[in-house]
């Protein structure tokens, strides 16, 4: 299967396949979950502290030798909390989607890091994913100043 082509097909912007050692882990940015900013803390068992720590995520992680970036672009105005928070449900959706067909097609050790937290899926803060880095292994943007909203997910595998 080649996994770009399927991952485009199925709705994602961008998608590649990098090493897992390319990933920069700064654990210190689990902070970033710390200051609740999603809400989730202490309440989602994908999300700190029940997920584990930021090192015991990384070694987790680096358990894994690739990973499928995959990136939607929400184009329309973020202002509006309902439609940035119904784009980031439909991302973690399609990198379901793109995980039962690596499933399918005989890949079954999976890791899902999602766009924020979903269902049993940390998300890369939880894992301390420098996600700018990330993006540029990938050849991606991550931040630019054009009003657009980029999200990201990994399929580890």
């Not at 994602?12 to 900013?37: G, M, P, Q, S």
């Not at 970036?69 to 928070?85: G, H, Y």
């Not at 939880?126 to 050849?139: N, P, R, S, V």
């Amino acid at each position: 299967m080649n996994l770009i082509q399927e991952a485009l097909s199925l709705g994602f912007a961008n998608a590649a396949v990098i090493d897992v050692k390319d990933l920069v882990f700064v654990l210190e940015y689990r902070k970033f979950c710390e200051e609740n900013l999603c809400g989730n803390y202490g309440l989602v068992p994908a999300c700190p502290p029940a997920c584990g720590t930021a090192e015991e995520m990384r070694e987790k992680a680096l358990a894994y030798k690739k990973a499928l970036v995959l990136q939607t672009i929400l184009t329309q105005s973020q202002a509006d909390p309902a439609v940035f928070k119904k784009a980031k449900h439909e991302h973690n959706i399609l990198t379901e989607k793109m995980a039962g067909r690596m499933e399918a097609a005989g890949t079954d050790d999976l890791l899902i890091m999602s766009a924020g937290p979903y269902k049993r899926h940390s998300c890369m803060s939880a894992y301390g994913i420098d996600a700018q880095k990330m993006a540029d292994a990938a050849g991606m943007v991550c931040w630019a100043d054009d009003g657009n909203t980029r999200f990201f997910s990994q399929i580890l595998f």
